[in-house]
């Protein structure tokens, strides 16, 4: 069973630039989630998103945004890059049923210069 | 924000020695989840407890859950060098995993 699938796994932007990261779940699994991990904040969650629907939204200015297709495939946008938004964006991948464990991608690494 | 403290931040063993981490968390939970973290890498899901779970095992980790101290803690034992990583714990409420909110780690390091 093949695992989350993030794409790129690194990145790297000018300023202002906007930049958009894709994230393939776990065959069967319906709800896709994103993070930011930065060594000042840590892990932070971005938004989550069940059959094409956003659920949950974190603490994030409306740069950050992001979409989920019919085949649960998910896309996280980021537009007029800034420095602070360097950091390593990860995506889990969840069946969407409760008490069960959400599985993680590789990462981009997302570097803004 | 982060949900709680994970302590200690930083903790360097030899190699076979039994590795213990804490996690302390504020709100009510559902489940509480540790994961792996290689350097600058993906999160490895290691283990899931529920609320109403006190202990789990899984291979040479043991978890435990006390929900009225808000706490859990990870044993590693009989550690190795591939062991070295950041561990973080991470809870939901009752939406399930969709939302977890993390702890700030703990950088494990096994000496040789």
């Known amino acids: 069973k093949a695992g989350v699938t993030q794409t790129p796994r690194y990145l790297i932007k000018t300023r202002g630039q906007q930049v958009t990261l894709s994230c393939s779940p776990i065959?069967?699994?319906?709800?896709v989630s994103w993070y930011q991990q930065t060594p000042g904040q840590g892990l932070q969650f971005l938004f989550e998103?069940?059959?094409?629907?956003?659920?949950n939204k974190g603490n994030f200015p409306g740069r950050f945004s992001g979409r989920q297709f019919s085949n649960s495939r998910s896309e996280m946008n980021v537009s007029t890059l800034e420095l602070g938004d360097s950091a390593l964006y990860l995506c889990?991948?969840?069946?969407?049923?409760?008490?069960?464990?959400?599985?993680f991608g590789q990462g981009t690494r997302l570097t803004v210069v | 924000s982060q949900q709680g403290e994970e302590d200690p931040q930083a903790l360097s063993i030899q190699e076979g020695e039994n590795a213990t981490m804490n996690c302390s968390y504020k709100?009510?939970?559902?489940?509480l989840q540790w994961y792996r973290q290689n350097s600058g890498r993906g999160l490895v899901h290691l283990i899931l407890?529920?609320?109403?779970?006190r202990e789990k095992h899984s291979g040479r980790l043991r978890v435990t859950l006390d929900t009225s101290k808000k706490s859990s803690s990870l044993l590693i034992t009989a550690s190795r060098a591939a062991d070295t990583a950041s561990y973080f714990c991470?809870?939901?409420?009752?939406?399930?995993?969709?939302?977890?909110?993390f702890g700030q780690g703990t950088r494990l390091t096994i000496n040789p």
């Open positions: 889990a991948s969840f069946t969407g049923s409760a008490n069960t464990e959400a599985f």
């Open positions: 065959s069967g699994h319906r709800s």
């Open positions: 998103y069940f059959s094409e629907t956003q659920r």
């Open positions: 407890i529920r609320s109403n779970e």
């Open positions: 991470a809870t939901d409420n009752a939406q399930g995993a969709q939302k977890l909110v």
């Open positions: 709100t009510s939970i559902n489940n």
